[in-house]
């Protein structure tokens, strides 16, 4: 992937800052951490055993049970016998159950390091996409389990399959979603991305682009590039991809809505894509239904030297929603950028980076900040800085939500032991808890 074009921003990660950077957070509040789920607002995925450390890497709530949720871990710096990742069952007071799927069943002298966890309800399935690591080489693996946690052998009639597969070469498969009865992909060859989709059989699709594939480059008419800023997301019977777009001037975000043979769908925004504005990064993509209503976080930036949170929101036509700030962007006056936002129960919630630090936010339906969620901002810090023990999300990882509490469900490990060590978890971020009151159930 070297010939990847570079974005001329960097996502705002969480990075160790000079000491008076790092005092931005004195006077934040902290996000309100919900102390009735798991241990103390912490579901501990993983082991406490201080032999290894552990990450959450990812998060998914399930849309068979409304009750269930599957996190992915993996461990790090242990004794052989330590080594491993795992995907874990967790019901919605936290708790963790025995490993669901243990990927050391099927591996010899590897490792995988689990990226992106995704339900595939209409099949019961669950399928992992990863990085499988053998020696100084590396494929991105996606894998498809059963109800039980079985690997699902009908699935690329061995239960998994590797980008250079997919590819015919050297590829990586980047991001998943479950849509119509199979899937779609965004992955990459010699630098491009593409776009693919796959039956329920992990076969591809060849009635989708050319035989499966969509050359976004290609479809978007823009270089493209998959550094920053991309997500996927069903949207009906159309797919959204978002993506940063880099010509000789500008880098900007583009959200494309292809149809279900990988065609523009001409009645989408103009004629099939929205363009952002020069300077403007978008990170996630997420849908509320049933209204189709589509949110876009992410970042904006002038100079192309610092970033600001930036969130716009979009009607099902892909048309800025006027009902959100006059169909504008809402802009924030701190740098940093929003990863993930999603609207629940009447709010949007979600959280970003701050370059020293992390914040949870809470907006309402029109753009305005919530201030019944940290009085008086509406924000508060997540977790720890670099160098502290405590609490850092996963940035990379998925957001999910707890909706009859209200909890907004965060993966990441907490350090201990002045960083000698950290273990997997979830924190449980509660708009209730904001307002002092206690979630029930």
């Keep these: 992937m070297n010939s990847e074009l570079k974005t001329r921003m960097p996502m705002p990660m969480p990075m160790p800052?000079?000491?008076?950077?790092?005092?931005?957070?004195?006077?934040?509040?902290?996000?309100?951490?919900d102390v009735s789920y798991g241990e103390g607002g912490y579901s501990h995925v993983?082991?406490?055993?201080?032999?290894?450390?552990?990450?959450?890497?990812?998060?998914?709530?399930?849309?068979?049970?409304?009750?269930?949720?599957?996190?992915a871990t993996y461990r790090y710096r242990a004794a052989d016998d330590y080594n491993g990742s795992f995907i874990r069952q967790l019901d919605e007071k936290g708790i963790a159950e025995s490993p669901f799927a243990s990927f050391n069943d099927y591996l010899s002298n590897q490792t995988f390091t689990p990226t992106q966890l995704v339900e595939d309800p209409d099949n019961k399935k669950l399928l992992c996409l990863g990085r499988l690591s053998t020696g100084n080489s590396f494929t991105m693996r996606l894998w498809r389990f059963d109800a039980d946690g079985s690997l699902d052998q009908g699935f690329a009639s061995k239960g998994y399959i590797d980008s250079e597969e997919l590819m015919l070469g050297a590829g990586a498969i980047?991001?998943?979603?479950?849509?119509?009865?199979?899937?779609?992909?965004?992955?990459?060859?010699?630098?491009?991305?593409?776009?693919?989709?796959?039956?329920?059989?992990?076969?591809?699709?060849?009635?989708?682009?050319s035989d499966g594939f969509v050359d976004l480059d290609a479809a978007l008419k823009y270089p493209l590039s998959t550094g920053a800023g991309f997500a996927l997301a069903a949207f009906?019977?159309?797919?959204?991809?978002?993506?940063v777009a880099v010509d000789s001037e500008h880098d900007f975000s583009l959200l494309a809505s292809f149809n279900d043979v990988g065609v523009l769908d001409t009645g989408f925004a103009d004629q099939g894509v929205f363009k952002a504005q020069d300077g403007t990064y978008h990170y996630g993509?997420?849908?509320?239904?049933?209204a189709m209503v589509i949110t876009l976080p992410g970042g904006h930036s002038d100079d192309y030297v610092t970033m600001y949170p930036e969130l716009l929101r979009l009607s099902a036509d892909g048309k800025p929603l006027a009902?959100?700030?006059?169909?504008?962007?809402?802009?924030?006056?701190?740098?940093?950028?929003?990863?993930?936002?999603?609207?629940?129960?009447?709010?949007?919630?979600?959280?970003?980076?701050?370059?020293?630090?992390?914040?949870?936010?809470?907006?309402?339906?029109?753009?305005?900040?919530?201030?019944?969620f940290v009085f008086p901002d509406g924000f508060g810090e997540l977790g720890v800085t670099?160098?502290?023990?405590?609490?850092?999300?996963?940035?990379?990882?998925?957001?999910?939500?707890?909706?009859?509490?209200?909890?907004?469900?965060?993966?990441?490990?907490?350090?201990?032991?002045?960083?000698k060590g950290a273990n997997a978890v979830i924190a449980a971020i509660?708009?209730?808890?904001?307002?002092?009151e206690r979630p029930q159930g």
């Excluded at 009906?236 to 993506?243: A, D, K, P, R």
């Excluded at 993509?285 to 049933?290: M, N, T, V, Y």
Aim: proline share 7%; aromatic share 10%; with cysteine.
């Design 46 to 71: 993983e082991s406490h055993d201080p032999l290894h450390g552990s990450v959450c890497a990812d998060i998914c709530a399930s849309h068979i049970n409304s009750r269930l949720y599957y996190a």
């Design 430 to 436: 509660s708009y209730q808890a904001g307002l002092g």
């Design 17 to 33: 800052m000079p000491p008076s950077a790092a005092r931005i957070t004195d006077a934040l509040q902290p996000a309100p951490v």
């Design 323 to 372: 009902e959100f700030n006059g169909g504008k962007p809402v802009r924030f006056d701190t740098p940093g950028g929003w990863h993930y936002m999603h609207e629940v129960n009447g709010r949007l919630m979600g959280y970003g980076s701050f370059y020293s630090h992390n914040r949870a936010v809470c907006y309402a339906l029109e753009g305005n900040l919530d201030t019944r």
């Design 285 to 290: 993509l997420s849908i509320h239904e049933p």
């Design 386 to 419: 670099p160098y502290m023990d405590g609490f850092r999300p996963t940035i990379e990882a998925s957001v999910a939500f707890v909706p009859d509490s209200q909890r907004l469900l965060v993966a990441g490990r907490i350090f201990r032991d002045n960083q």
């Design 236 to 243: 009906g019977q159309n797919v959204l991809v978002t993506i």
């Design 174 to 209: 980047l991001q998943l979603t479950s849509h119509a009865h199979g899937y779609k992909l965004i992955a990459t060859k010699d630098g491009r991305p593409f776009l693919i989709a796959l039956d329920d059989k992990g076969e591809l699709k060849r009635g989708f682009g």
